[in-house]
């Protein structure tokens, strides 16, 4: 009972939020000077064409970017509530078929690069932490302060030219274009295998140094905590007193911290993604935003949004259930 | 401390290693390519349908369509054929089978090769000189250029089999161009002449005739360039674009809702342009039609109703089909082309090394073609500038032909261009009929004296410590040049700033989001800026008001008085008398009825453009590297490229073939 009334007082904040979120992106998006228009034409212009104001006219008014910001928002907001998010201009597609071309592959990527940074970071943030100031943890904090350090663009365009190099690979996107167009076979999952390893070091590396660091931070603080010396005065087995207090306690943060998971999967690494030419959903937020794409770039902020308010409910659920010393409310 | 490797140190120091490397490095051209007209004889067994054992067919067809006539899927090619269809000259007879692959920054976007996609009434020569028939097979215009008669292919037919008749262009004309919805301000302006749109009649099923009621000899350029066929009548299929339309499908409108629009006319729009939106299975009457459109590609397949054949009687094109990966960061198109993942692309010059290293292991040669463009960069100053005193300057002439001077145009060819471009002044094409010679080195030599001598002749004193001059208020002479990023070396900016900045003019290069240009350019604030000359053949600046001298066009340097002229006097500023003069000789100049007229007026016309300075030119046509996958044929071993002739429109690909095309499948 108590939690289904959280649940429901969250849930009415959140709308109030996405409400906000949703005017404000909506105007910013709106504030460079000029519209979609604007981009298109600039486009055609590098390519040494450029359109009459007749058809600079049709256009505008058939986009209907000639009335005022207000009327615009209002047309997109109302439409996106009944589940209409509108078309977009640069792509000439909805936006919805846009987003649900592009999750396959974006959620391969985040959700295998997650994994993998949470397979990696906890363990070693475990060991580093247990076993403080060896050469393992000094190996650990070097390894982590790199991979934070260099720019992860850097690190892409550097593995895909070794790759490339050494392996023949082609660079660019999840497949080879002989691949693309074929139906799924034994060589076409080997082809996406050798594209895969690429982008998932890029994001794994940044991620884990963070991750590696918390976990190892906040065991720290348990381990010499009272009551893990008193375990194992009592004759607990290392391992499992280790396993069984310290790090649950110590992966509170860490699963606070997750309810950014949710968003994180949907829009997560950008940069690596456009230097890769990956087929996520990152990169086509940020060309929408480049492009003043109106309905593009606003609906996926509030898909983001959305996800974010959800994630961090389930998080903050998942907290109480974990730790008992938290109540909610 | 380590010692900065500079760009120019780079280049400077490489460019000597390069040289050898090139003049070692280049092959030589294949010996295939040099035309032999002997039937393949692979073509003969692959033509094993039962039609042509009945009644031998006059031509032959790619296999992958043979297999389809087999099927009764299609007719057979000689049914598919206009009556007489367009010959192609082709360098030697090739091989059908294969695909091309291609990069796009986006779906359905614009690649390398996409001007071969177009067809139109006429066509142009690489040079843009020669216009002839294409899928019209006669084009005849009266002597006064007041009336057009194009006469239609007989049994030219639409990707789908249906015909192309003068129904289609009549259509376009009254349910689209002068569609309120579609149109609002009304058709296109270039079908405006002398203030009254252009008549179009139909004179019977394949003859139609487009009347102007003044002189209009440009009508012939434009039913040859490649803009006309972007939204002109050869692109707009009437029997498929009805179901977009209001008046010809009333669910219209639900039809567009289905695909996210609010409206009919927003539908209708996206399926009227070619290569913007997503869409497939619009009927063209190119040699490729879009059949695959999807987020990471496009796939582009042969359209068996294609009206050309090769010497041989096959019909073109005999590549089966283009795959155009999209890859929307461009470094990474670069990078690709270097790898040899498309089968022709343009290499980045000053990064040339990189491509002669990787050609052995991505398996491509490296042909030297040349940019067409009139000028690389060049620079316009603002004569309807908002500052009086900035005003006076710009448009003093001397003022212009002092900075022109500066530039030392030869040292921006050696350190940029590896001394291969042309450092001239920004002019038409040379190849232009009433060129003048002179146009070309006017103004152009590096006189830094002889600018001084200008600048201290305008009465722009140097300053107490001989810095920079002062303008007439007491101000710093000072200039900011806004650009966005094009397609030529930023480098180049920094070497015409240091020579303003020696001359005594302080010189700021900016570089803004093309927004900020744009809008800054447009209200006439900024002080100069600058664009590339492309589009100089003599075929397209003939378009009204098309190239980029105009006062509106990239290089706004008179945006006021060219609304002055357009609105007939309702805004803008009044131009002086002898730039009235010029609008008014450029007007006179469309409507020119003789050849004599046509070069003296044209002549006039550029000489004042070109005299008066208003685009000060730096290095030209110069060379541009092309990546061409190994095997591949037919391809044209010296193209200048530019959007005066359509791009890849006047480069054949129709005509390119794969040596072994099995292997690029």
New interface residues.
Partial sequence: MILLKYILKRLFWGMIVLLFVSFFSFLIIQLPPGDFLTSYLERLQKAGMSLDEATMTALRQSYGLDRPFIVQYWNWFVRFLQGDMGVSFLYSKRVDVIILERLPATLLVAATSLFLIYLISIPVGIYAARHQYSAGDFAAAFFGFIGMAVPSFLLALVLMWFVYQHFGTSIGGLQSPAFMNQPMSWAKLWDLLKHLPVPLVVITVAGTANLIRIMRGTLLDELHKPYVTTARAKGLPERKLIRKYPVRSALNPIISSGGWLLPELFSGETVAAIVLGLPTISPVLYRALLGEDMFLAASCIMVISILTIIGLLISDILLAVMDPRIRLG | MFQILTRRRFINTTAMAFLGNWLTGCGKPDGRDSGSGAIDGQHGKSDASPISAKHPSRYHEAPMLAEKVARGELPSVDERLPRVPYVRQVPSIGRYGGTL?DQAE???G?FHLDGALIAGPQETDNDGRIIRPHLCDRVEFSRDYREYVFHIREGLKWSDGVELTADDVMWWWKHEQNNKS?????????WKVGNEYARFEKLDKQTFQIGFSKPFRPGRNASAHE?MS?GGFFCQPSHWMKQFHIDFNPRADALAKK?????W??LY??REEMM????TGKPHVGPWTRV?S????D?YERNPYYAEVDPAGNQLPYIDRI?V?????R??RE??IA?G?VSEGPAELTQIFIYKKNQKQADYQIKKWRLANGSECMFAFNLNHKNPVKKKIYNDLRFRQAMSVAIDRKRINESLYYGLAKPCQATLNPNTSFFDPSWLSYCAEHDPNRANALLDEMGLRWDEKHQYRRQPDGRRLATIIVF?K??FPVELLEFVRKDWDRVGMETVIKET????R??TCQAAKHDCTCWNG??VEEIAVYLPWFSKWNPH??LYYAIDWWYWYYTGGKTGEKPPAEWLQQFNRMADWYQAESDAEYRRLGHAVWDFFTKQLVCIGSVAYAPQPIVVKNGLRNVKDSVKM??GTGWAKSYDVQAYYWDQPEKH?
């Fill in positions: 692959y986006s779906q359905g614009r579609l149109y609002p301000e009304g058709p296109r302006t270039i803009w972007f695909q996210g629009y609010q409206a006319y927003q729009k996206e913007r939106g997503a869409h695959v999807e987020t990471t590609h796939i795959y990966s999209v890859i929307e960061e470094k990474l990078a690709r790898t993942a966005n094009q397609l989001d093309f927004r900020f744009q809008e492309d589009t066009r990239e530019g959007y499948l």
